[in-house]
């Protein structure tokens, strides 16, 4: 049965489940300020819908589930000046990422592709999280002069070790097993038993006694976990690209990974690799309410920020992947502009 539809995003009750599925392919699932609203006022109705058990969402389309938040659209309206509306989106994407963490019937995540940023927000910040084969989880916000966000400041730290900080840094994928074996996944399923759960859950299996008939024993994390501890502990970027370049001289796995790591570092925004490790660091004592109040200050600033224009220029826009930061170097981002990026502001993110 139909609840609600149009293109982008479609609305399903199918037996006891609340069935969401993401319908822009083409555009890789990006997610449109109509979407938060659509999904936000229909979470609303199955919240207190006594017919729905459980809520599932999943994405049409073979590559993406959700490669992130519609950052054309917003690239356009701060060019054209527009930065309440464009601020009007993550106020309100920010509120539907905590309005998905608290949500009180289980909501699940039929992941299969590539999620990034607001994909992260609508899947990762629900209890129940599934991986299937195409699994890629990615926050590579810093490569387009942004800041991980949709709740990154709160999770990222929470995964083993300083693996959260690699990911803040580099924004490098992390698939399947190690999701699962991570935190950012709770469950490895098979892609082509996705229908299996989905029937399991439209009867009124509890979810986890469905997930766990359809999952597959975790794996262990294949990342070099005990490297990263290493190379990622320090609090300057400028000292942990020092930790990846003396391991980079060796000549075996870990001195490849090292020095791929450094290389991708050495690309992103200086300005937006210093946020993402003050996040990292500040996240770590923080509630999630604090994660996302503090994304929002900092969206708020950025939305001004030379950096965010410059990378979405270089690598959406025109795509010659040749951004010109300002500043240049990390040397030369001062502690007062990140500073100015945590700052109150006068309307907080109502959390």
Known sequence: MTEQAFDEI???????AGIITLNRPKALNAVTH???????????????????????????????FSAGGDIRALYDLGKAGQY?????????????????????????????????????????????????????FAMPEVSIGFFPDVGATYILPRLPGLLGTWAALTGDRIRANDAV????????????RFDDLLAALRDGMPAET??????????SLSLPVGLIDRCFAADRVE??????DAVATTSDVEGDFARAAAATIRTKSPTSLR?????????????????????FRIVSRVVHDHDFYEGVRALIVDKDNTPRWQPAALADVTDAAIERHFAPLPRELPL
């Open 10 to 16: 479609l609305f399903a009750r199918e037996g006891a």
């Open 34 to 64: 109509r979407m938060v609203g659509a999904l936000q006022a229909q979470l609303d109705l199955w919240r207190d819908d006594p017919a729905v058990s459980c809520v599932v969402l999943r994405a049409n389309g073979e590559k993406a």
């Open 84 to 136: 309440e509306q464009a601020l009007s989106f993550w106020r309100d994407e920010y509120l539907l990422n905590a309005a998905i963490r608290d949500y009180p019937k289980p909501y699940i995540s039929l992941i299969d592709g590539i999620v990034m940023g607001g994909g992260v927000g609508i899947s990762v910040n629900g209890r129940y999280r599934v991986a299937g084969d195409r699994f890629q």
């Open 181 to 192: 074996a991570s935190g950012v996944a709770t469950h490895r399923v098979a892609s082509a």
């Open 210 to 219: 469905a997930l766990a008939r359809c999952a597959a024993p975790p794996a």
């Open 239 to 244: 000292d942990i690209l020092a930790a990846l």
């Open 275 to 295: 946020l993402a490790l003050a996040q990292m660091r500040r996240g770590r004592d923080w509630t999630f309410a604090q994660a996302m109040r503090a994304e």
